[in-house]
Each structure stands twice: as structure tokens, then as C-alpha cells.
């Protein structure tokens, strides 16, 4: 009997740390999503979910295939809980204008969202290990090395990045997301856990190399060394390209109008709408007319006060289909060219085919003379708000959504990579929504040779939530990696204009606020590897994974074959 206890504690206390370990991390990761203000977590949040997986694998109490059920049951535990804090907002939204009791929009989002999450540390943490036969130093480099050569390329409905997500708005290390991406910055994030781990195993278990794991830190140390002091250079850098331009470059001067609208008439309980503002042209017109009659606070000091003019009007706020009602249209062609400013709006348009309609949101640029300069089909799509995922693989399915949940909305996906001329020097790009949380569209667009990118956004389906502070994170990665200013133009907040650096370059209207901002924003080249050369960025990371694995395998023999 004595035996038989024996035996029991070991996976008794594992399965005890196998609770806490994966709660503690879907906290910290839950923590790690903007908006809180405490994305910093981040740097150590995989390190509890990390220690579950290694007791787990180290103790061989487990078979094969019942390890890995433990191993995803882990990973999904923390991303339900990391879904339901970080992502409360997809919770509010479903509730408020899905119609659905508060608890069954929380399990959607848990269970759901947290499915996908707790996939992708599955893939990324403990599909790996399951391959490992024996721990050591080259073990925790090349599963790192893993996770960098997989995270380009891992396909998501919400294009997250731990390393993004911890290190938004660290003024100088996020600064090498121009060589690496934002995706990269998980070197120093994983890479953290992943150290941690080490020196728990030559502190707590007495295992593995003193001078390695030195060598370890001090490589780590060495890589923030680097990353700190280029993200010093490069501010520097960027601060002496704007001096010298003051004059040889050209502005534009950029109002955004935040009206405010509501969707009440859409909402569950109208009192969550946060506005009772009505959708309305007119309103919004006039609005736009006291912007530009204001005198446009200059943010950096110009001596050109003649730059174009371009006036945006986020997502939602338009209130018709632009190219299929001609007396709306009409009046905003007339109003451009009375006020000598080019128009930005969100709109949908349709084509009709021998089935049934296909949908599109649509950005459109409007020049001063009242010329449609040229539309841009939405490429990233809302899953269950925009699009229902895999409808062709499961028909039935997609038609029980479509009948179950309200305002479901289907759009066709666009497939370019669209750059407005506004003149001969400005090329802008606006992405609508969502669109911004896929590198690829806000790159694309950028080598398209779009110099600014305006970004048509309404979040007010989130309510007051972290949603804004989501967007507005994103948005930060998208500047930095592309080294192009952005302008985040929200219905209802919080709207802002980012420069290249990544810094504000104008205050941050408030959540569910209505008002505008201006401003001259000048528009000069600036040069990012990683916006030229993303692809060989990817390629390094593969070929070092390659490299160490077979590194690891002749020296090491770590791998289970």
C-alpha cells in the first residue's frame, strides 16, 4: 500500500502544478493584450505554462498520446483563460449585438477564441517537447528557434504576436521591429520563459551545465544590448531625417472627423450603445465643416501652409452605399469641391451574379475636383462578423449561423494591395479595420508605394472595452515595421495620429467622444528592411531552426525517432 501512495504522488503534485501552472499563464497572457496597460507580463507569461509541460514530459508518467492530450488540455486551459481577460471585448460584442445572455457570449469566446489560442501554444510549446527524448541546453534553443521560423507563417483569425504584444510601446527595443518584425520581437519574449526555464533546471532539479547557462544569459543580455542600443540609434536617426526634410518633402494636412455615431438600433439593450447620435450625412457634414473652418494646430513646425487637404470619415459613419445612391454621392462631390479638400470614406458596394450578390467594404478616395481617385476591396475579414470561416467546407453549418445569429454580414475577400496617387508625391492606402492585424495587407499596400496609411475604423460594436487600445497596438507594429506614419481614424474612438517611430504625433481623442483632429503630417521615404526584405528575415529564422535541429541531433541525439 505504502508503495502504491509512492507511486500516486508524482502524478498527484504534477497534476497539481498542471492546475496552477496553466491558470497563472492564461492570466499573464490574458494580461498581455493592450489596452491594460500591463503588457510588460508578457515578457514571462509562457514561463508557468512552460514549467507544466516540462514536468509533465520530464517525469514519464504518461504515455505517449495521453501526454499529449495533457499537453493540449495545458495549452487550451491558458488560452480560454487568456481569451476570456484579453479578449473580453469580443465578449461584449457578441453579447450586446449578437443578442446573447452575458455567460453564453462569455463560454463562445472562452471556448472558442480560447480553442484557438490554446492551438497555437499547443503548436508552438508542446508539439515540440513531445519529440524530445532528452533535455539539455539544445532542447530550449531550437524549440525558441521553432517558434521564430513558425510564427510568420502560423495561420490565425486574429493575427496575434506575443513578442508585438509584450513589448507595445517600449520606445526602444520595439524599434527593431524594422529588421525583424514585430513577430520577431518573440526572441526576447519567449526567449525569456525559455531562459527561465533553464536555471530552473540547474537551481531546482540539478540538472544542466553552470557555464552553459551563463553563456545562455549572457547571450540574452547581449541581444537586449543590441536591440536597446539600435532602437536609441534608429529614434535618433529618424529625428535627423525629419530636421532636414522641413523643406524637401511634402505635407499633407489631414483632418479626421470622430463623429461618434451610434448603433443603439442595432444593440440588445440600446443603453450599451454608449451614443444615442444618429447615423446622418448631413450631421456629418457639418461636422467636417467646422473642422476645416478651425485653424489646424500645427504639431511640427512647417513653413508651408499651403499642403493639400484630406478629410476622412472613419468606417460606419457614411451613411449610404456610395457608388449605388447617386443623391448622397452627389452631395459629397459637391462638398469636396466647395471646400477644395479630397474625401477618404468607408462605404459597401455590391455586384450582382447569376446566384446571389457579392458584398465588399470599400475605402474610397475622392480628390478635390470631386473625381473618384480609386476604390479598395477589404482583404482581412472579421470572422462570424464579415465572413463565416470554412462555409464551403461545411454548408450546413454556415447556414445554421446565418440564420442563428444576428447581423451576420458575408463580404467577398479583395485581393489588392491598393495605393491611392493622391498627387504626384502622395500615395496613401486605406485599410479598413481588421485589415491592419494582417502584416501582409498593411506591407503590401506600403511596397505598393503608398507613403501614408489611413486606417477606417468602428469599434463601437465593442463598447467600452480595450478594443480601441487593440487597434491602436496593431497599428504601432504596422508603422514600425513599414516605417510609414499611420492615422487611426475610429467613429468612436480612440482616434490618433502615429508617426514612423511609433511615437503620437497628436493627442488621442477619447472613447465614445465625439470631435476631430488636424494636422500636417509630412511625407518623405524612409527605409525598413524588413518592409523590403521580410521574406529573407523568415528564411534566416528557418534555416537557423534547421541549422540547430540538425546541430542538435548529431551532438546532442535529443529527438525521440
Known amino acids: ?42 515578457i514571462a507569461a509562457f514561463f ?71 492551438l497555437q501554444l499547443f503548436v508552438y510549446f508542446g508539439l515540440p517537447l513531445l519529440f524530445i527524448r532528452q533535455r539539455s541546453g539544445w532542447d530550449l534553443v531550437l524549440r525558441l528557434a521553432f517558434i521564430l521560423a513558425l510564427d510568420p507563417w502560423y495561420p490565425r483569425l486574429i493575427q496575434w504576436n506575443y513578442g508585438g504584444l509584450t513589448f507595445s510601446q517600449f520606445p526602444w527595443i520595439e524599434q527593431v521591429a524594422d529588421l525583424i518584425g514585430s513577430s520577431g520581437l518573440l526572441i526576447y519574449s519567449a526567449g525569456f520563459s525559455f531562459l527561465l526555464i ?62 461618434n455615431f451610434s448603433l443603439r438600433e442595432l444593440a440588445s439593450n440600446p443603453e450599451l450603445a454608449h451614443s444615442k447620435r444618429e447615423q446622418n450625412l448631413e450631421s456629418l457634414l457639418s461636422d467636417s465643416r467646422k473642422a476645416l473652418a478651425e485653424p489646424a494646430p500645427d504639431l511640427q513646425v512647417l513653413e508651408n501652409t499651403s499642403a493639400p487637404i484630406l478629410l476622412i470619415w472613419p ?158 497596438a496593431v497599428l504601432r507594429w504596422r508603422a514600425l515595421e513599414n516605417r510609414v506614419p499611420v492615422v487611426f481614424a475610429s467613429n468612436n474612438g480612440e482616434s490618433v495620429f502615429i508617426g514612423a517611430d511609433g511615437k503620437n504625433l497628436s493627442q488621442q481623442l477619447g472613447l465614445f467622444e465625439e470631435g476631430t483632429l488636424t494636422a500636417r503630417i509630412k511625407i518623405h521615404p524612409r527605409f525598413s528592411f524588413y518592409r523590403e526584405y521580410a521574406e529573407w528575415v523568415w528564411g534566416g529564422f528557418m534555416l537557423l531552426f534547421l541549422l540547430l535541429g540538425i546541430l542538435a541531433h548529431v551532438r546532442g541525439k535529443i529527438f525521440k525517432l
Open 315 to 472: 468606417e460606419s459613419v457614411y451613411p449610404d452605399p456610395f457608388f449605388k445612391v447617386a443623391a448622397s454621392r452627389e452631395k459629397v462631390i459637391a462638398f469636396a469641391e466647395e471646400h477644395q479638400t479630397s474625401i477618404l470614406l468607408a462605404t459597401v458596394d455590391w455586384e450582382h451574379t447569376k446566384t446571389d450578390p457579392k458584398f465588399h467594404g470599400v475605402s474610397v478616395l475622392i480628390d478635390s475636383n470631386g473625381e473618384v481617385l480609386g476604390r479598395y476591396n477589404k482583404i482581412f475579414l472579421i470572422p462570424f462578423g464579415e465572413t463565416i470561416p470554412f462555409s464551403d467546407w461545411f454548408p450546413g453549418l454556415a447556414a445554421w449561423l446565418r440564420k442563428n445569429i444576428a447581423n451576420l454580414s458575408e463580404f467577398e475577400r479583395g485581393r489588392e494591395y491598393t495605393a491611392f496617387s493622391l498627387n504626384e508625391k502622395i500615395e496613401l492606402s486605406a485599410p479598413i479595420c481588421f485589415d491592419i492585424f494582417s502584416p501582409a495587407v498593411v506591407r503590401g499596400m506600403v511596397k505598393n508605394g503608398a507613403n501614408l496609411v489611413v486606417n477606417l475604423s468602428n469599434l463601437a460594436w465593442f463598447g467600452r472595452t480595450t478594443a480601441s487600445g487593440n487597434m491602436v
Open 1 to 42: 500500500m505504502n508503495n502504491s501512495g509512492e507511486a500516486q504522488n508524482p502524478k498527484s503534485k504534477t497534476l497539481h502544478l498542471f492546475w496552477l501552472g496553466s491558470t497563472i499563464s492564461g492570466i499573464l497572457l490574458g494580461l498581455n493584450a493592450p489596452g491594460f496597460g500591463t503588457q510588460w507580463v508578457g
Open 198 to 259: 533553464y536555471w530552473w533546471r540547474w537551481k531546482i532539479e540539478n540538472e544542466g551545465n553552470r557555464k552553459i547557462l551563463l553563456q545562455a544569459t549572457a547571450i540574452y543580455l547581449i541581444l537586449w544590448s543590441i536591440g536597446l542600443g539600435y532602437g536609441a540609434w534608429r529614434i535618433r536617426d529618424l529625428g535627423t531625417q525629419n530636421l532636414k526634410s522641413k523643406t524637401q518633402n511634402p505635407k499633407l494636412t489631414v483632418t479626421v472627423i470622430q463623429p
Open 48 to 118: 508557468p505554462l512552460l514549467l507544466v509541460l516540462e514536468q509533465l514530459h520530464k517525469k514519464q508518467l504518461f504515455p505517449f498520446w495521453k501526454q499529449a492530450g495533457l499537453f493540449f488540455t495545458a495549452c487550451w486551459l491558458s488560452g480560454s483563460i487568456a481569451a476570456s481577460i484579453g479578449g473580453y471585448w469580443i465578449t461584449n460584442s457578441i453579447h450586446v449585438f449578437g443578442h446573447l445572455p452575458w455567460f453564453a457570449a462569455l463560454l463562445i469566446t472562452a471556448v472558442g477564441y480560447g480553442l484557438e489560442v490554446g
